[in-house]
C-alpha cells in the first residue's frame, strides 16, 4: 500500500501586489508535489489580487482564501493568522510577489522526511541583484553553530527558503512578531536554534523578487526604526547563545607583516566579507577586488 505524501500548507499574505500575484500562485500550483493546502490571506489590499486569488481559487480547491477582518496589521499578523489555520504537517511561508522552482516541495519535503529534520532549507536567487545562494550538496546540521554557519541565517534572515514541521513549530509557540518589519530575524534564528536538525538542499530555489515599494527596498522612519530592532535582537541572541559575530558579517581579517629584508615596514591587512576583498597598508587601501559570495 502506498504511503500517504504529508500535506504541506502554503501561507501567503496578500497586499498590493497585483502585479506580481498570479505568477507566485502559478509557480505554486503547477508545482510537481501537490499534496498542497494553499492559504491565501488578504491582509486588508486595496487592489486588484483579490479578483486574481479568486480566479485561481474557482479552479483550485487546494486554495482557500481567508480574509483578514481588522486593519491591515502587516504580514507578521497573516503568517501567524496562516499558522493558526494550517492543517499541513509542513508550513512554507511565502511572499506574493515572489516566486518557486517547479521541484520546489518535492525537493525539500523528500530531504525533510529522510533526515527526519525540522526545518529544509533551498537556495535563493534575488532577482535584481548579484546575490544567489547556492548549496554545493546535501549537508545535513544538528549542533547549533553548524546550522548557523551553513545556513548563513545571521546574515540573511530569509524565512521563505526554509520548509518547517508544523507541529515543530506549535510545540516551540513560534510565532511572528506583530507590529514590527524585519519581523523574520527574530522567528528565523529562534527557528533555527531549536530545530532538531536542518537539512539544505542543492538542488532548489526560492526566487526573491526586488520591486519598487517593497518594505526592504522603500526608506521611512518605521523601517529604520524596525531596522535597529532587528539588529539589537540579533545582537543580544548572540550574546546570549555565545556565537560569535564573524557570523552574522561572515568577515574574516587577516593581518601579515610586510618584510623589506629583515625590517617590517607595515601591516597589510586582507578584509574578506564574502563579496569584496581590500589590501591596504597603514590604513591606506592600495587594491580592492570583488568577487562572488557564493558560486
Not at 123 to 140: P, Q
Not at 258 to 284: A, D, E, M, N, Q
Amino acid at each position: 500500500m502506498k504511503k500517504k505524501q504529508p500535506l504541506i500548507s502554503v501561507i501567503i499574505p496578500v497586499y498590493k501586489v497585483e502585479k506580481y500575484l498570479e505568477q507566485c500562485l502559478v509557480s505554486v500550483i503547477f508545482n510537481s508535489y501537490k499534496n498542497l493546502e494553499i492559504i491565501v490571506i488578504d491582509d486588508g489590499s486595496p487592489d486588484n489580487s483579490a479578483a486574481i486569488y479568486n480566479k485561481y481559487a474557482e479552479c483550485d480547491e487546494r486554495i482557500k482564501i481567508i480574509v483578514q477582518e481588522k486593519e491591515s496589521e502587516g504580514p507578521s499578523a497573516a503568517r501567524n493568522t496562516g499558522i493558526k489555520n494550517a492543517t499541513g504537517d509542513y508550513i512554507h511561508f511565502m511572499d506574493s510577489d515572489d516566486y518557486i522552482d517547479l521541484n520546489f516541495y518535492e525537493e525539500l519535503i523528500n530531504d525533510a522526511l529522510q533526515c527526519d529534520a525540522d526545518i529544509a532549507a533551498a537556495g535563493v536567487k534575488m532577482t535584481n541583484s548579484v546575490l544567489t545562494i547556492k548549496h554545493d550538496a546535501r549537508i545535513v546540521c544538528a549542533d547549533l553553530y553548524t546550522k548557523f554557519e551553513k545556513l548563513q541565517c545571521a546574515r540573511y534572515t530569509y524565512i521563505w527558503c526554509y520548509l518547517f514541521r508544523r507541529d515543530f513549530l506549535v510545540e516551540n509557540n513560534l510565532l511572528f512578531v506583530v507590529g514590527r518589519y524585519f519581523e523574520d530575524v527574530a522567528f528565523a534564528l529562534s527557528a533555527v536554534k531549536v530545530a532538531n536538525r536542518v537539512v539544505i538542499n542543492p538542488n532548489t530555489f526560492y526566487y526573491y523578487v526586488r520591486r519598487p515599494g517593497a518594505i526592504t527596498t522603500t526608506k521611512f522612519p518605521k523601517r529604520s526604526e524596525d531596522l535597529k530592532w532587528a539588529r539589537h535582537w540579533r545582537s543580544e541572541f548572540f550574546k546570549e547563545n555565545n556565537l560569535p559575530k564573524s557570523l552574522i558579517s561572515g568577515q574574516k581579517t587577516v593581518y601579515k607583516i610586510l618584510l623589506f629584508g629583515h625590517i617590517p615596514v607595515g601591516k597589510k591587512v586582507v578584509r574578506s566579507s564574502g563579496s569584496r576583498i581590500t589590501y591596504s597598508i597603514l590604513g591606506v587601501t592600495i587594491f580592492k577586488t570583488r568577487r562572488k559570495l557564493y558560486e
